[in-house]
């Protein structure tokens, strides 16, 4: 009988993973502090730049804030934020990893703050493809209680190769200026907004507080924070 | 048949906009922020202002809430070229729809006063 049972488990594992590789848990098991907390308002600060592209953190700037409010949050505007950051002498977001996050919430009343560490802006190229890669990471912290309210990690590759029928010459040519136009901006966007989908819902959104039980958070995306 | 036709079209129509009440219209936002920041012009900065008061314009068309920092932004784009008068309102109209944002915006209506 036990055997049974055994053989049954290992079954519907095996079953259950062919369906789904991807284990997803819900949103309140992966970030309970984010319904513990009244979050409304976020501060999003310059971004950690681990890349070689040296813009690539003022240009990403350029894409928070849009998911984030579709979420249901109020994002303090960030071109003012990040003038004023960078005029206390900020010029990289790993500057102020190590600050408390309840000075974020003295100086501009936020209730999280966001840090966005850029791990991959990276364009390869290969003899008949080429493809453009971003992958961001996130941290949220309450700036009430300094505890970890959201992280997740994202990242897309975005394949620039095409076939114009035009031989191998031809390829090449093509994937040259399909990576050229494939701008890393509307790569980071749907990072973005994939690693977002695993965000509660802020109070702005209609089903704030309701989204508890949704499974949409991939539990190997969930950064474990090194502090 | 036309009339049908219409009909179709007026509830097509509608149920777009209706499907969308919920929804932040932010325009095309972040392409102009980024043109602007990649070649900070003037043709590129107008452009960018140009977007903010569309996003306004259409949001209350729409009668969807005007984006958190939207106003903002678009008062200090009008501070920074001297339209103080225009700019300070606003930063008001930002802080009336979201009164979350009331601390942070003092702080840039100090720094314009001092």
Redesign the interface.
């Given at each position: 009988m036990k055997f049974i049972i055994k053989l049954v488990a290992v079954m519907s594992v095996a079953v259950l993973s062919g369906c789904a590789t991807v284990d997803y848990v819900t949103k309140e098991e992966a970030f309970p502090n984010m319904y513990a907390t009244k979050t409304t308002s976020i501060l999003v600060v310059p971004a950690v730049n681990n890349t070689t592209a040296a813009e690539a953190a003022d240009y990403y700037a350029t894409t928070i804030s849009e998911p984030l409010t579709h979420a249901g949050y109020y994002v303090l505007p960030i071109e003012l934020t990040t003038k004023l950051i960078q005029e206390q002498g900020v010029v990289d977001g790993a500057q102020l990893l190590n600050t408390d996050p309840g000075v974020f919430n003295q100086l501009y009343g936020a209730d999280a703050v966001l840090f966005v560490t850029i791990n991959e802006w990276d364009t390869s190229y290969y003899v008949i493809g080429g493809n453009v890669t971003v992958g961001i990471g996130y941290v949220m912290k309450s700036t009430a209680t300094g505890n970890v309210l959201w992280q997740y990690n994202d990242r897309l590759v975005i394949d620039t190769g095409g076939d114009s029928g035009g031989g191998l010459i031809g390829a090449i040519i093509s994937t040259a200026i399909n990576t050229a136009l494939t701008d890393y901006v509307p790569v980071a966007k749907r990072v973005n907004y994939m690693a977002i989908s695993s965000l509660p819902v802020g109070s702005y959104h209609k089903l704030h507080g309701q989204d508890r039980q949704t499974k949409a958070v991939n539990k190997d995306k969930v950064q474990t924070v090194q502090e | 048949m036309k009339k049908l036709a219409f009909v179709g079209l007026l509830v097509l129509l509608m149920g777009g906009c209706a499907a969308n009440k919920?929804?932040?219209y932010?325009g095309d936002?972040?392409s102009t922020?980024?043109d602007y920041?990649?070649e900070p012009s003037d043709e590129t900065r107008a452009a960018h202002v140009e977007s903010l008061e569309d996003i306004i314009a259409k949001s209350t068309q729409r009668g969807t809430?005007i984006?958190?920092?939207v106003y903002?932004?678009l008062g200090?784009m009008h501070i920074e070229t001297g339209s103080t008068e225009l700019g300070a309102k606003y930063l008001q109209l930002?802080v009336d729809t979201?009164p979350?944002?009331?601390?942070?915006i003092s702080?840039?209506q100090q720094r314009i006063t001092e």
């Open positions: - | 919920d929804m932040l932010w936002y972040s922020l980024y920041k990649k809430r984006p958190p920092g903002a932004e200090y930002e979201y979350e944002s009331q601390k942070f702080t840039i």
